[in-house]
T-cell receptor, first 117, second 112 residues
Framework: EAGVAQSPRYKIIEKRQSVAFWCNPI?????LYWYQQILGQGPKLLIQ????????DSQLPKDRFSAERLKGVDSTLKIQPAKLEDSAVYLC???????????????FGQGTRLTVV | GESVGLHLPTLSVQEGDNSIINCAYS??????FIWYKQESGKGPQFIID?????DKRQGQRVTVLLNKTVKHLSLQIAATQPGDSAVYFC???????????FGSGTRLSIRP
């Protein structure tokens, strides 16, 4: 079974520039998450999709971050404009379903390491 | 507020010994707890989970214990191996929502 694919693996940009990350979840997984992981900390949820609808974006800085999952499969996360404090690893994860318990485990991609200089 | 925390940021154990990683949570409404392992340069990897109606669950070389009275969770790794070196996160999930809330992590290092 193919895992969660993310690209790019690394990205270095200057502050105030824009950047986009791409995620392809495991086939058939309805729920997709984007997490931000700052060095030395646990992942923090940015946004959760169920199919192509947003379930939770309460911690997404909407003045600069946006995400979409138009066809309920792939997703993109964009930052515009980037700030120095956005330097982190951006992780994408997917699960078979999201709003039921017991839940299936969340599978994570390797992440995109963003450095803002 | 919502929080899942860990008692120790680092843990060093002798190869072959058992490791115990502890975690405290604050939300008594949490219904589901998960342990993840994260190796350098990789995303978190699911290890084991436990429902709030259980107090113990065993997997291969790992055991998770849940004490709801004191809101405490632990991960026990038997016969720790060099490949167990990683950062371990506990996480919680609420019954009314499906987002996973992570703690700050414990780094486990193995002494030869």
């Amino acid at each position: 079974e193919a895992g969660v694919a993310q690209s790019p693996r690394y990205k270095i940009i200057e502050k105030r520039q824009s950047v986009a990350f791409w995620c392809n979840p495991i086939s058939g997984h309805a729920t997709l998450y984007w997490y931000q992981q700052i060095l030395g900390q646990g992942p923090k949820l940015l946004i959760q999709f169920q199919n192509n609808g947003v379930v939770d974006d309460s911690q997404l800085p909407k003045d600069r971050f946006s995400a979409e999952r138009l066809k309920g499969v792939d997703s993109t996360l964009k930052i515009q404009p980037a700030k120095l404090e956005d330097s982190a690893v951006y992780l994408c994860a997917s699960t078979l379903r999201g709003n039921e318990l017991p839940n299936t485990e969340a599978f994570f991609g390797q992440g995109t390491r963003l450095t803002v200089v | 507020g919502e929080s899942v925390g860990l008692h120790l940021p680092t843990l060093s154990v002798q190869e072959g010994d058992n490791s115990i990683i502890n975690c405290a949570y604050s939300n008594s409404a949490s219904d589901y707890f998960i342990w993840y392992k994260q190796e350098s340069g990789k995303g978190p990897q699911f290890i084991i989970d436990i429902r709030s109606n259980m107090d113990k669950r065993q997997g291969q070389r790992v055991t998770v214990l849940l004490n709801k009275t004191v809101k405490h969770l632990s991960l026990q790794i038997a016969a720790t191996q060099p490949g167990d070196s990683a950062v371990y996160f506990c996480a919680e999930k609420y019954s009314s929502a499906s987002k996973i809330i992570f703690g700050s992590g414990t780094r486990l290092s193995i002494r030869p």
